[in-house]
């Protein structure tokens, strides 16, 4: 079938959006398993990875599942006595925002726009008439 014609994703050659998804929660595995290693600034990059797939399928589970990881992730290591020790000490109040804490702030913000709206978003502007 010529490229003109393709009328799915998979007939152009992109993946459905199930399959996006899987890939990022594939992405969060190995982001556990870099995590569990040491390899914090890898499972950073991990996260990202996912944190793109979820925008980019529109899976606002999986976004926010990355926001909790980052997070969660963050908070290990801020208490761990080895890892954390000197890194976190005053970066808040000298206005560094670690690397987990961007991710999970970027993860809120997908989280928020994947939400469904109550309402469709169609604003009408009343316009008053001068006599």
């Known amino acids: 079938m010529p490229q003109d014609q393709a009328t799915s994703p998979q007939d152009r050659g992109t993946p459905p959006h ?9 992405l969060l595995r190995l982001n556990l398993n870099a ?6 600034g890898l499972a950073h990059h991990l996260l990202s990875a996912a944190l793109h797939c979820a925008q980019a399928s529109g899976d606002r589970v999986l976004a926010e599942g990355i926001r909790q990881r980052a997070e969660d992730q ?4 801020k208490r761990s006595p080895v890892a954390g020790r000197g890194r976190f ?4 109040d000298r206005g560094i925002v670690t690397m987990f804490d961007s991710v999970a702030v970027m993860a809120a913000s997908v ?5 469904p709206r109550s309402s469709p978003g169609i604003f009408v502007r ?3 008439r001068i006599p």
Do not use: K
């Open 35 to 40: 995590y569990r290693l040491g390899h914090h």
């Open 111 to 115: 989280s928020q726009r994947l939400q």
């Open 89 to 92: 000490e005053g970066t808040r």
């Open 126 to 128: 009343r316009v008053r």
């Open 74 to 77: 963050r908070s290990e290591l």
């Open 18 to 26: 199930d399959t996006i998804s899987a890939l990022g929660v594939e």
